[in-house]
């Protein structure tokens, strides 16, 4: 198989998925060694979980077959460009590289758009429209220091 048979496996399954009301029409594949070791259907509605979003359920479940917390030497073929959520993710997971083929514009045609997080993100956190507040950390930042002393901690 070659990049283009793994985008055509996601956005096949995307519209099965779509068709059969289980959530969006966004599918995710993850490929190691030119062989799919994971794929996932977006999910949001069908399990009412708004971080049921394809790219990171594959994520997760991809990461525990592969018993790891990062997706070495994997690349993600995804039906949409990811969003801003599932873009984190893959920055954590850290995939080799990620192909998508519609773009965010054209998921915000279909009422799917995430300008408003782009925009939101950029604001100083008082400023943001969901109401965020910092409260006293003198005890959480001793929690953090405690960690980066940690001398048997596994890095991430």
Same mark, same amino acid.
């Given at each position: 198989?070659?990049?283009?048979?793994?985008?055509?496996?996601?956005?096949?399954?995307?519209?099965?998925?779509?068709?059969?009301?289980?959530?969006?029409?966004?599918?995710?594949?993850?490929?190691?060694? %030119?062989?799919?070791? %994971?794929?996932?259907?977006?999910?949001?509605?069908?399990?009412?979980?708004?971080?049921?979003?394809?790219?990171?359920?594959a994520i997760?479940?991809?990461?525990?077959?592969?018993?790891?917390?990062?997706?070495?030497?994997?690349?993600?073929?995804?039906?949409?460009?990811?969003?801003?959520?599932?873009l984190w993710?893959?920055?954590?997971?850290?995939?080799?590289?990620?192909?998508?083929?519609?773009?965010?514009?054209?998921?915000?045609?279909?009422?799917?758009?995430?300008?408003?997080?782009?925009?939101?993100?950029l604001k100083?956190?008082?400023?943001?429209?969901?109401?965020?507040?910092?409260?006293?950390?003198?005890?959480?930042?001793?929690?953090?220091?405690?960690?980066?002393?940690?001398?048997?901690?596994?890095?991430?």
């Open positions: 198989m070659n990049h283009e048979d793994f985008m055509q496996k996601a956005v096949e399954l995307s519209l099965e998925n779509m068709r059969a009301w289980k959530g969006g029409p966004f599918w995710a594949v993850i490929v190691k060694n %030119w062989k799919i070791v %994971w794929q996932w259907a977006n999910h949001v509605t069908s399990e009412n979980d708004p971080t049921a979003h394809a790219e990171v359920v997760r479940d991809a990461c525990k077959n592969l018993w790891s917390f990062q997706l070495d030497d994997c690349v993600v073929y995804t039906s949409c460009e990811p969003c801003p959520m599932c993710a893959l920055y954590r997971a850290r995939p080799k590289a990620v192909y998508y083929a519609n773009t965010k514009k054209d998921a915000a045609k279909i009422w799917f758009d995430d300008a408003f997080i782009y925009k939101e993100e100083r956190v008082e400023e943001r429209s969901l109401p965020i507040h910092q409260m006293d950390k003198t005890e959480a930042i001793k929690v953090f220091e405690e960690w980066d002393q940690k001398k048997d901690k596994i890095e991430y």
